[in-house]
């Protein structure tokens, strides 16, 4: 048994400097995508990528850590009195700037010296020395002043009950109007020099520290794009995580995407997103300069609202694969050669950052109404060329009866088969892992689904190493389906 002990409140608190660059966000409306990045203790970046007129990010400062680890979380202080913080802002790109009637402005949310609700708008440029794209900035909690021009709208700021403040970013072309700009607007902006002054300036921070155990932990994009990659990673390491580390890159953060006259799909032309891209260079070298070996994961999966309507699976009347995720993801068709081709080149890109490469549950989709997604006209179409026949209909999986459909799943198996070892191929890692989820394929109520799902081309040593994800077996108490079925 492992010794250990737990210390005592004061023991396992150490002291930060409020408005720490690790602990800022972002957050922004889709489709347009924003990141933010810390260079050393006193610098933040934030990339951004802004699609439409309306477009708006927001750099972020909460009062509740609401994203940390409990053992690792700062404290809650919503008492910003006696305090000063202070920066350089530098802006390139397309940003709106600080002079400009839409310029940034510093919102903060939380309630007045009587307790009632109140938000104070203060402008930034009412507060800068410089020029309009770099000025220093200082803002002092005990004298700050909302409203756009000075002194006539002048709107004091009561910060001794704040509960959240961010920063407003928009692009040049910014109007409020729901409508896509030109084109793309790439931008950055960087705070320099920050540094929080005054008796308000510091506060409580856990500090636990787990020795190193045997776990490995797994993170994903689409659930941290708003956090920066030093507090992910510091974090994980704080934990007693150590080794390998699996990166989920997500399906619907990532990609470049292009107004195509109708909606924004995936832009082929630009693989990673401006803010993504920065990001994860941020991710993977903080991970490598603490001993993570970082696999990277990607899936047969995009968010559906930006995926080209000849990309999806399809059921046989023309639904299209649908997962439950709000909005839904769609899953790409194996034989469709743009979506293959455009998915080797993402993985491609990826490993130019990391050395291990995952194909995360590549797999035909199955809807809750048992509904096979095999229909796709890429996938009838090569089915015909291939054996001359037209493929046979299949409107329950549950209910496969004749030869005719199960060589029909034989085949889409193959075709699946050739599909991941394609991907596999397009990447150079040193290391290939596939992660298969059993419990939808291996499931008793639809034996046959295995023949579509579960292709022979996978058999070692196609794949390095094999991971299985079978928590449906666990959380439903299937003890065969992780031992039985897992044997076939």
Not at 116 to 129: D, P, Q, T
Not at 133 to 145: I, M, P, T
Not at 335 to 350: C, D, E, Q, R, S
Request: hydrophobic share 50%; proline share 6%.
């Amino acid at each position: 048994m492992i010794g250990n002990w737990l210390a005592d409140g004061p023991s396992r608190e150490v002291w930060a400097k409020r408005f720490d660059p690790r602990y800022w966000t972002v957050d922004f409306p889709r489709p347009m995508m924003a990141a933010v990045t810390t260079e050393g203790a006193d610098r933040l970046v934030i990339d951004l990528a802004f699609l439409r007129r309306a477009d708006l990010a927001g750099l972020i400062w909460e009062s509740v850590d609401r994203w940390s680890h409990a053992l690792l979380a700062l404290e809650t202080a919503r008492d910003y009195r006696g305090t000063v913080l202070a920066f350089r802002w530098q802006a390139e790109g397309g940003v709106m700037t600080l002079d400009a009637v839409n310029g940034p402005v510093l919102t903060i949310e939380g309630r007045d010296a009587a307790g009632a609700a109140r938000s104070w708008y203060v402008r930034l440029w009412n507060y800068a020395v410089g020029a309009p794209d770099d000025a220093e900035v200082v803002l002092d909690f005990d004298a700050l002043v909302g409203g756009f021009a000075l002194p006539g709208e002048a709107d004091p700021v009561w910060a001794g009950d704040v509960d959240r403040m961010f920063l407003s970013l928009v692009p040049a072309g910014y109007d409020r109007v729901d409508a896509p700009l030109a084109a793309p607007v790439a931008a950055r902006v960087v705070l320099s020099g920050l540094r929080c002054d005054g008796p308000g300036s510091m506060l409580k921070r856990g500090d636990a520290f787990v020795p190193p155990h045997g776990l490995r932990i797994c993170g994903g994009y689409d659930d941290s794009y708003n956090q920066t990659p030093e507090r992910l990673v510091e974090a994980m390491f704080a934990l007693g995580y150590r080794g390998a580390l699996v990166h989920y890159v997500g399906m619907s953060h990532f990609p470049g995407l292009a107004w195509d006259g109708a909606r924004y799909v995936v832009d082929p032309g630009v693989l990673l997103c401006g803010p993504a891209l920065a990001w994860h260079r941020d991710f993977m070298a903080r991970a490598a300069a603490l001993g993570f070996s970082v696999i990277v994961s990607l899936s047969f999966e995009l968010l559906d609202q930006h995926c080209p309507d000849d990309w999806a699976q399809r059921t046989a009347d023309g639904g299209r694969a649908a997962t439950g995720y709000v909005p839904p993801s769609t899953l790409l068709s194996p034989a469709h050669g743009g979506a293959m081709a455009w998915l080797g080149t993402v993985a491609a890109a990826f490993m130019a950052m990391a050395s291990r490469f995952q194909i995360g549950e590549p797999w035909w989709w199955v809807g809750p109404d048992w509904r096979p997604c095999l229909y796709d006209a890429a996938t009838v179409a090569l089915y015909a060329a291939e054996t001359g026949r037209a493929a046979p209909l299949i409107q329950d999986v549950r209910a496969v009866a004749g030869a005719a459909e199960r060589d029909y799943l034989d085949w889409c198996g193959v075709l699946l088969g050739r599909a991941t070892l394609a991907l596999r191929d397009a990447v150079a890692a040193e290391e290939t892992l596939l992660l298969f989820y059993a419990p939808q394929v291996l499931n008793a109520a639809a034996p046959e689904l295995i023949r579509a799902n579960l292709p022979a081309a996978w058999a070692w040593p196609a794949f390095d190493v094999l991971q299985l994800e079978d928590y449906d077996f666990v959380t439903l108490g299937d003890a065969g389906g992780r031992r039985g079925r897992g044997r076939r």
